[in-house]
């Protein structure tokens, strides 16, 4: 499914809407018009409050987080949303942890609706480290409509990369 690498693992009559969209070139309109803001979260600093005030409405028990930044290295193909990172060492006596999430750089200029889906996507890893039910439950326990807007958020990164390909 290379015309469409964001969205592999959809069902075929979903992409064949996408591609609808794109033929009649309505898809960029279409996510303007569902997503016309862009957040103003734009430094690392910013990033890590917000999503530490996230984490400390759902997840308040859970560890801490040592870092979250902007990675600009990170293709969005394969990290499609973030990376959630643990790191572990010794220190005299005592295991120590650190825990940082990484969102790629491109979602400086998402809608506000992409970063929060991101920010709980990665935040849902310190609890669950595989993409199962429980992880997709706890996702739609932070964010009710999460799904949507992981599907719009590839339309959207699909978006970008056709307008980059112009």
Request: net charge positive; aromatic share 8%.
């Amino acid at each position: 499914m290379t015309d469409l690498p964001y969205l592999t693992g959809y069902p075929p009559a979903t992409l064949d809407q996408v591609r609808k969209l794109i033929a009649e070139q309505r898809l960029s309109a279409h996510l303007a018009k569902k997503y016309p803001a862009r957040h103003e979260i734009q430094s690392d600093s910013a990033l890590q409050t917000y999503v530490g005030d996230l984490k400390s409405e759902y997840l308040r028990s859970a560890p801490p987080l040592h870092r979250v930044c902007y990675e600009g290295g990170m293709e969005a193909v394969r990290n499609a949303l973030g990376v959630h990172v643990r790191s572990s060492r010794v220190q005299g006596g005592k295991l120590k942890m650190k825990r940082e999430i990484r969102i790629a750089a491109v979602f400086r200029e998402a809608p506000p609706e992409f970063l929060e889906m991101i920010a709980v996507h990665e935040l849902a890893h310190i609890r669950e480290q595989d993409h199962d039910k429980a992880f997709y439950r706890l996702c739609e326990h932070m964010l009710s409509d999460y799904h949507q807007r992981e599907f719009d958020a590839r339309l959207w990164l699909t978006a970008r990369r056709l307008e980059a390909a112009k």
